[in-house]
């Protein structure tokens, strides 16, 4: 099964990117969001949580895919153009004290001209798959791992909780009902406690 998402129109070289999309092609989703958790680039968030939307993706619809399993397969980024990021009339709105500390949007040209500064973008597409052909290509076993179940807690408590448990309710009750029993009578070996009086003299 193959699933698919997009992210149009990012603020960021195409070139610059690729260097980022190359570090998680044909690997695995798990080590693919490790390696952008780890990379110091501005773009590896976005690039991370379009791997979650395509793993989202994958997963809707109770189609019972398991995320450990998917690889991925592609991801292609491709250029969408160099656009301005403001207009004139914006421009001439920005007060002289933020343009200091803005980026510069545009350049001084001849005669007292203004020239827009273009800012490349481009459109990544990020396709994930737990086809067999494919996970052999990333260097994995053709069927994923099946999860282990869970060990039951065992020993003598948890028999006797369960022994208790499944007993009826009317073994319950008669046992309820019996007497106490008696005390136990003292050995006859044993020695008694010696008591004091008040006047400081023991007696036996």
Same mark, same amino acid.
């Given at each position: 099964?193959?699933?698919?998402?997009?992210?149009?129109?990012?603020?960021?070289?195409?070139?610059?990117?690729r260097?980022?999309?190359?570090?998680?092609?044909?690997?695995?989703v798990?080590?693919?969001?490790?390696?952008?958790?780890?990379?110091?680039?501005?773009?590896?968030?976005?690039l991370?949580?379009?791997v979650?939307?395509?793993?989202?993706?994958a997963?809707?619809?109770?189609?019972? #895919?398991?995320? =450990?399993?998917?690889? !991925?397969? /592609?991801?292609?980024?491709?250029? +969408?153009?160099?656009?301005?990021? %403001?207009?004139?009339?914006?421009?001439?709105?920005?007060?002289?004290?933020?343009?200091?500390?803005?980026?510069?949007?545009?350049?001084?040209?001849?005669?007292?001209?203004?020239?827009?500064?273009?800012?490349?973008?481009?459109?990544?597409?990020? #396709?994930?798959? =737990?086809?067999?052909? !494919?996970? /052999?290509?990333?260097?994995?076993? +053709?069927?994923?791992?099946?999860? %282990?179940?869970?060990?039951?807690?065992?020993?003598?408590?948890?028999?006797?909780?369960?022994?208790?448990?499944?007993?009826?309710?009317?073994?319950?009750?008669?046992?309820?009902?019996?007497?106490?029993?008696?005390?136990?009578?003292?050995?006859?070996?044993?020695?008694?406690?010696?008591?004091?009086?008040e006047?400081?003299?023991?007696?036996?």
């Amino acid at each position: 099964m193959e699933a698919v998402a997009r992210l149009r129109h990012y603020r960021g070289s195409a070139q610059k990117i690729r260097l980022v999309a190359d570090l998680i092609r044909m690997k695995s989703v798990d080590r693919a969001l490790a390696t952008l958790k780890t990379t110091r680039k501005s773009c590896s968030a976005p690039l991370a949580k379009l791997v979650e939307s395509a793993v989202a993706n994958a997963q809707q619809n109770g189609s019972g #895919v398991d995320a =450990d399993a998917l690889v !991925v397969a /592609r991801i292609l980024v491709d250029g +969408a153009g160099r656009k301005p990021l %403001q207009r004139n009339a914006m421009i001439r709105a920005v007060s002289n004290y933020k343009k200091r500390f803005a980026r510069p949007r545009f350049m001084s040209g001849p005669q007292g001209r203004m020239w827009l500064v273009p800012r490349p973008f481009c459109h990544v597409t990020v #396709v994930v798959s =737990d086809d067999p052909t !494919v996970r /052999r290509k990333a260097g994995l076993p +053709a069927e994923p791992p099946k999860p %282990q179940p869970k060990k039951r807690a065992g020993g003598r408590v948890a028999a006797a909780v369960s022994k208790a448990a499944a007993r009826p309710a009317a073994e319950k009750g008669e046992k309820s009902e019996k007497a106490p029993k008696a005390p136990k009578a003292s050995k006859p070996g044993r020695a008694k406690a010696s008591k004091k009086t008040e006047s400081g003299d023991t007696q036996e």
